[in-house]
């Protein structure tokens, strides 16, 4: 049955505009430890598992890993065991409105590029991928808010800000609060980071799936309490700060989310990730959605 | 002319939790050292067996930020700033993430042929020479082609 899907700035781009090349796989025999390693290597969120003949057979995720430290599996147990598979994938010239598509409706967060060749992994696309050609557009955009510092074309009020975009709700812990608990708080509300408080509900830090990647790899017990291994300072920016700056700080800090604070600093009231970001599909000004028109 | 004959003797290492810091700071002092660039330096543990090792190259792709790509496009950030919040946040990782496990090793009586061959092939500068699970030396490139002149004369 034909279906109408109303045009976006995603439109008409294909997958081979944002994909990255360079994709982080290992064989399944590879111990969970040298996985994680080879994750903080190359600063991937994912790692493509091989079978024989280099074949791609599952996709280990820092969610995955979280699972394995959760079930205090050892270090040395093999990346198959943990593995979800088959991985899913797209082909170069898909669109990118469809592959967030199936990113989003699957609940993942990279989707592999396949070649010609069959079996053949010839890059990854992920949110930040996404959102960083979003992003190139809107900066060349002469509407955009790089050109209308120099221009005054646009109007302040028809900038985006991180309000209209956050996820409106925080999952916060007392600081003494047990990896497991933080790890089951993760897994149970599907975010990405807990924010780490202290007796006054003062945020203090952050554990992110990353932390707690970092923690397993170092033996940490289970059992530990947060903010022995949380990641300080808390990130964030206010709740009226322009959508394009947030993003921008995002991708230059290598971050996946910003927290969101009220005029009030202390005042936690949202989070803004990359996958926030890229699922809007719009860019950074209503300029985007009211006209869908834009001027790489 | 075997590994024995032309490797480097002389060769400093590195422990897997030293910092990217230290390990720094080790490339520039073994290089004044020996009068040469070092572009690589082997990570042994406490037992002094071969566990990594650590190029100039793994520092410069572990510091370089995900979306590099897109900084060239905005002219209008503090790079200067930005160049050191990333140096402060990698400075204190540690050696054993970023270093290269799966590393290529001769014996001492790896021939200077096979040697070349393994360099060429593999595309590697420096070749660790390991007996009885001990680091005994390295070879370097240079050192290859440099005793091949010598032949040559």
């Not at chain 1, 600063?43 to 091989?50: C, E, G, I």
């Not at chain 1, 120099?150 to 991180?162: G, K, M």
């Not at chain 2, 070092?38 to 990570?43: H, T, Y």
């Not at chain 2, 990782?93 to 200077?112: A, K, N, R």
């Amino acid at each position: 049955m034909p279906t109408h899907r109303k045009p976006g700035v995603l439109t008409g781009l294909s997958v081979s505009q944002a994909m990255r090349r360079q994709v982080v796989r290992q064989p399944a025999e590879t111990t969970i430890g040298e996985g994680i390693r080879k994750l903080v290597k190359f600063k991937s969120n994912a790692l493509l598992v091989t079978g024989s003949n280099d074949r791609p057979r599952g996709v280990v995720t820092k969610t995955d890993l979280m699972g394995a430290y959760y079930a205090t599996l050892p270090l040395s147990a093999a990346l198959g065991d943990i593995m979800a598979g088959p991985p899913l994938s797209c082909f170069r010239d898909d669109g990118l409105e469809t592959c967030l598509d199936a990113m989003q409706s699957n609940g993942i967060h990279q989707l592999y590029v396949l070649g010609a060749e069959i079996h053949a992994v010839i890059g990854v696309v992920d949110y930040g991928d996404v959102l960083g050609l979003l992003y190139r557009y809107c900066r060349s955009c002469s509407k955009g808010r790089h050109a209308s510092r120099l221009t005054e074309h646009a109007s302040p009020e028809n900038r985006l800000h991180v309000k209209d975009v956050m996820t409106p709700s925080v999952e916060a812990c007392p600081r003494g609060t047990p990896l497991t608990g933080i790890m089951e708080i993760l897994s149970a509300k599907g975010f990405g980071a807990v924010l780490i408080e202290d007796d006054a509900n003062l945020p203090q830090g952050v554990i992110s799936k990353s932390d707690l990647m970092h923690a397993y790899r170092r033996n940490t017990d289970t059992t530990a309490p947060a903010d022995s291994i949380m990641g300080r300072p808390v990130l964030s920016c206010g709740a009226g700060a322009l959508l394009a700056d947030a993003i921008q700080q995002m991708l230059v800090l290598d971050i996946q989310r910003l927290f969101v604070h009220d005029p009030d600093l202390d005042h936690i009231v949202g989070v803004l990730s990359l996958s926030n970001a890229a699922r809007f599909r719009s860019g950074t000004c209503r300029a985007c959605r009211s006209s869908r028109l834009i001027t790489p | 002319m075997l590994a024995q004959d032309i490797m480097d003797t002389r060769f400093r290492t590195l422990q897997p939790r030293d910092t990217i810091a230290a390990a720094v700071r080790a490339f520039h002092e073994v290089s004044r050292e020996q009068g040469k660039k070092i572009f690589g330096l082997m990570v042994t543990d406490a037992a002094d067996h071969l566990v990594g090792m650590l190029s100039i190259y793994d520092i410069l792709l572990f510091m370089q930020p995900k979306h590099v790509h897109i900084w060239g496009e905005m002219e209008d950030m503090d790079f200067e700033k930005l160049f050191n919040d990333l140096l402060k946040r990698v400075k204190d990782v540690p050696v054993e993430d970023i270093m290269t496990t799966d590393v290529v090793t001769i014996s001492p009586t790896t021939h200077l042929m096979i040697i070349s061959d393994i360099m060429i092939k593999k595309h590697i500068r420096r070749l660790p020479v390991i007996a009885a699970e001990q680091v005994l030396g390295i070879v370097y490139v240079s050192d290859v082609f440099h005793h091949l002149l010598h032949r040559f004369q």
